[in-house]
């Protein structure tokens, strides 16, 4: 079916490299299966798929709406059964498209709705997405495409203009979202000075939320237009006190609870491992000394002429979570800002651990890590909910902490 799409232009061109993918998303995830795809397996009769399913197939003891109905196990080596030794899916081999789930079909693509327009954007956890999102000097371009789009793809999030419903601020969406990624692709300034910005209109904007004065949105939006055009606005960023300390810290207590939970996927336990060997926290007491001087000398020169690649990151990340909603929530922009800040703030802290251990930083390294940070992380909601509500239990939820998380 053909639709019209609005999409980075990335989207428009994306297929799965299949057998040739390095961190196939067949590998290491749980995978959900809607009811309808369940109800087909059973009724599967070829002898060797059906003795995969009886196997590894049943259905999802913990959440059984109708897109998690069933689940399938994976094998010891945590690999999806259906995989053949050349990594091909043998029950699209066999049985065709339509045999996916709506999960194994509709990744790595997102797809939202506003105003009956399709959003398509894409998963920054595969590493073919990481590659075409981050790999792009002149930044992500967004297009309007009409695109052959299977009509089982899973829709993630709907807004509707003329039922706002849930989302009072919907009128206002567009413009927030138009203005947060200019802002994010403003080159004039640095990354930490735009996410800075963000923040700062993020607080202004939750003010007015919590206020019940949404209708000052577009004048919040011109203030801060203003704001970023203005030529001392750098000079003024550069007085906001850095806390390296108190940065690294925080960040290190962020990754000890994601030990504790389990890292789970083995990219980024690789990624973690290297960052603790580059860092080395165990060592003795110097690691605050490394870390600065891997941000100095490794981090910051390398950025300084790539910085596109985090930008490219941001802004992604802005488009495919319909920023400024925070988990589909309108009255949440704060959380929506700090979400995206921990996520900048953890991969930083990775790279320069990671430069640490490389003696250097190049493209490849940073694809693997932002995609397998995106498997790791920005697939487990329940930890960074977790995190989210232990900032706020500590009042940690403030633009100053966050300018401590993105400035150095
Ligand atoms: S992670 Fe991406 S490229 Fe790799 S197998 Fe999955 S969809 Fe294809």
């Known amino acids: 079916m053909k639709q019209k799409i609005r999409c980075p232009e990335y989207f428009a061109d994306f297929t799965c490299i299949g057998s040739d993918c390095e961190d196939s998303c067949c590998n290491q995830w749980q995978i959900y299966l809607d009811r309808a ?13 059906r003795r995969r399913i009886d196997e590894f197939v049943e259905p999802n003891p913990k959440d059984q709406t109708e897109a998690r109905f069933g689940r399938i196990n994976l094998t010891d080596d945590r690999k999806c059964p259906f995989l053949t030794t050349e ?3 043998i029950l699209q081999k066999q049985l ?8 194994c079909l509709t990744y790595p693509r997102v797809f939202n709705s506003f105003a009956g327009m399709l959003e398509g954007s894409a998963e920054i956890s595969c590493p073919e997405v990481a590659r075409r999102a981050l790999l792009n000097p002149g930044g992500i371009r967004f297009v309007e495409r009409e695109l052959e789009l299977d009509s089982r793809f899973a829709l993630n999030n709907t807004i509707k203009l003329e039922e706002p419903g849930d989302y009072p601020l919907a009128q206002y969406y567009q413009p927030l979202q138009d203005f947060s990624i200019s802002l994010m692709q403003d080159r004039r300034l640095s990354l930490p000075d735009r996410l800075t910005v963000l923040g700062m209109f993020s607080s202004k904007m939750q003010s007015a939320i919590d206020e019940g004065n949404p209708i000052g949105t577009p004048a919040i939006i011109a203030e801060f237009d203003e704001l970023r055009c203005f030529d001392g606005i750098a000079g003024n960023l550069s007085q906001i006190p850095v806390n390296t300390t108190r940065q690294l810290q925080l960040l290190k207590s962020i990754v000890d609870e994601k030990l504790r939970r389990g890292t789970g996927i083995a990219t980024f336990r690789d990624c973690h491992e290297q960052m603790l060997a580059g860092i080395g926290f165990d060592r003795d007491d110097q690691a605050l000394v490394r870390f600065t ?15 596109y690649l985090l930008e490219n990151y941001c802004v992604n990340y802005l488009f495919r979570t319909q920023f400024p909603l925070f988990d589909k929530d309108w009255s949440q922009i704060f959380k929506a800002f700090v979400h995206l800040t921990l996520n900048y703030a953890l991969i930083k802290f990775y790279l320069i651990g990671i430069g640490l251990d490389l003696g250097e930083l190049n493209d490849e390294a940073i ?4 995609y397998s940070f995106g498997k790791a992380i920005e697939h487990d909601s329940g930890f960074i909910n977790a995190i989210l509500k232990q900032l706020e239990q500590k009042n940690l939820l403030t633009m100053a902490q966050m300018a401590i998380l993105i400035r150095n």
């Not at 795809?37 to 798929?49: G, Q, W």
């Not at 065709?96 to 999960?103: A, C, E, P, R, Y």
């Not at 891997?294 to 002429?305: E, L, Q, R, T, V």
């Not at 694809?367 to 932002?370: E, G």
């Open 87 to 89: 990594c091909l899916c």
């Open 96 to 103: 065709g498209v339509d045999s996916l789930s709506q999960t």
């Open 293 to 307: 001087a891997g941000y100095h000398n490794i981090y910051f020169p390398f950025m300084a002429k790539k910085e």
């Open 367 to 370: 694809v693997k890590l932002v």
């Open 37 to 49: 795809t369940f109800e087909n397996y059973t009724r599967i009769k070829d002898p060797e798929l």
